[in-house]
Each structure stands twice: as C-alpha cells, then as structure tokens.
C-alpha cells in the first residue's frame, strides 16, 4: 500500500514508535484512530507526498508501535504522553515544526500536541471527532448506543481485553463495519494489516488503556484546560463525516470554537472513517487548507 515509503522507527520513552516516511517538502504528521493503524492513509497519502514530506505514525498501542502495560492511573496512555511521542518522534526524523492531519483517536492526540507543544504544531486538521470532554459531558442514550466500545473498553482489565483477543476479527467488524459505510471502504490489504496488528494478545490491552485514559486522566487535563483558559491557536481545520454519530449528536464547530476560537470546518459526504470513504474528497479539502501560507 506504501511502495513508495520507508518505514522508520524511534525509542520514545523506552517503548518503539513506528512510522512511515515518504514524499519531500514541509512535513506533515498522519495520525490513525481505533482500532486502527497508519494503514488508514493509504488511499491519500501518495498525493499528500506529492506536497510533503509525509509521515504516518502508529500511536502507542496500536499497529507496530510498543503497547506497554497502563499504569494504575493509566497516565502513560493519556494523550499527552502519547502526543509527546509524536513530538519527540518527529524531532528525531529531523522536523521541530510540522503540521497534522489526524482521525479519530489520532486526532485527540493531535488537539492535546496543539495545546501542549504550540511551537511545534503549525497546522492541525482532526476527522470525525468533536472534543472529548464535550462528548462525555453530552453523552445521550443515541451516543451511547452508537459509540458503545467508549463504555466497553474502559471496564477494568481484563475482562474487555479478553473477550477482544477472543475474536480479534469479529471486534472489527463490530466496530468498523457496523457504521454507515459497513465493510466496503476497507480494501483487503487494509483490512488484513488491522486484523494482523490487532490479533497481537498485547494491542488489545493498548487500545483500552487508551480509552481509560481519556475516561480519566484525560479529562482532568481538559478540565485543567477549560479552567486555565488554554486555547488551540495554529490554523486549525476540523472536517467530519455527514452520515456519522458526531454530525447526529453533536455540534462539532461549536464545541471546537470553545477551545479554538478561529476554527473552520464542514461536514463530507461520508460516514466516520473519512480517510477510506472520502478520500478525494478530503484531499479536496485539506490540501488548499495545508498549502496556504
């Protein structure tokens, strides 16, 4: 799917962040969500290369990045610590400042780097997501149904770690394949690489301390936020999905200009994995948004 990358790799906090690189110019950051990789770029990033020095990155806990054991407070899997991973793996390629482009979990760890490391982040643009604490202060009974992994992963280990591991491919298809777009946007190729990275015993663990963490510390850091007036101020873009849950129980550019008040965005014709479902069409619009000076 990336015949044209190289992968590449770093020793971040004693754990291995894996990545891909590929293109020239600016560099721009690609960031995945759950339960995912960096595989989800597939259909863009070679036209993103065309424009950039890309790299597309595995978080912590997921695909071929290191998936410690959470700690108690689950602080190792906050996004903080895994947006400084990113930060610190792309200062080890040779990039102090790049912009970002991330999808769902990706794009949490993309808001929390352009709160927390602002010289570094020149762009940012987050896919179908709405900001965290905002989606939990409003959960509905409609959320709720829809987004149920956000209440199942977050039970205590082992219990969701173990029915995950007991059918890693059926959990896929549960999580991706029940949205609006079902299975069809996932090539084979793609779908293989998320079935082999997530049928590793120890990914299962990652991606629920993951969504620990933004049950708990997470929120505390985005109270503290709210609190401390702490605002988004790169040039910041936010697109999500017309047929999705955030497009139905949420309004994404409202709760976003609570935290950067010079954000714009809209929805596109698709559902939540917009990277997959839309790719012309994301292109169409990040691309001239990436570019400007």
């Not at 602080?75 to 080890?92: G, H, I, P």
């Amino acid at each position: 799917m990336f015949d044209a990358f190289e992968k590449v790799s770093a020793v971040i906090d004693g754990i291995n962040i894996h990545a891909i690189r590929g293109g020239g110019g600016p560099a721009l950051l690609l960031l995945h969500g759950h339960p995912q990789t960096h595989a989800i770029w597939h259909k863009v990033a070679p036209v993103l290369a065309q424009h950039f020095t890309v790299v597309a990155a595995d978080l912590r806990g997921y695909g071929d990045s290191g998936k410690p054991a959470g700690l108690p407070d689950h602080s190792n899997y906050a996004k903080r610590r895994m947006a400084l991973d990113q930060v610190e793996l792309m200062r080890t390629l040779g990039f102090d400042t790049f912009s970002v482009l991330a999808h769902d979990r990706g794009a949490r760890v993309a808001a929390r780097m352009a709160l927390d490391h602002p010289a570094a982040v020149e762009k940012l643009v987050t896919l179908d997501i709405a900001p965290t604490l905002a989606m939990y202060e409003q959960t509905s009974f409609d959320f709720a149904r829809a987004y149920w992994h956000w209440f199942f992963l977050i039970r205590p280990a082992p219990f969701p770690e173990t029915l995950i591991r007991a059918d890693p491919d059926q959990y896929l298809r549960q999580t991706m394949g029940t949205r609006s777009a079902g299975l069809k946007p996932f090539t084979q190729a793609a779908y293989a690489e998320y079935l082999r990275c997530l049928s590793d015993p120890a990914a299962a663990h990652g991606l629920c301390e993951d969504y620990r963490a933004s049950a708990t510390i997470d929120l505390e850091h985005d109270r503290a936020d709210r609190a401390a007036g702490r605002q988004i101020r790169c040039p910041f873009m936010a697109l999500w999905g017309a047929e999705g849950v955030i497009e139905q129980c949420f309004d994404p550019l409202a709760e976003w200009r609570r935290l950067a008040p010079h954000v714009v965005g809209e929805a596109l014709p698709c559902g939540h994995y917009v990277p997959e479902e839309a790719p012309e069409q994301l292109l169409a619009k990040v691309l001239p948004f990436l570019t400007a000076k």
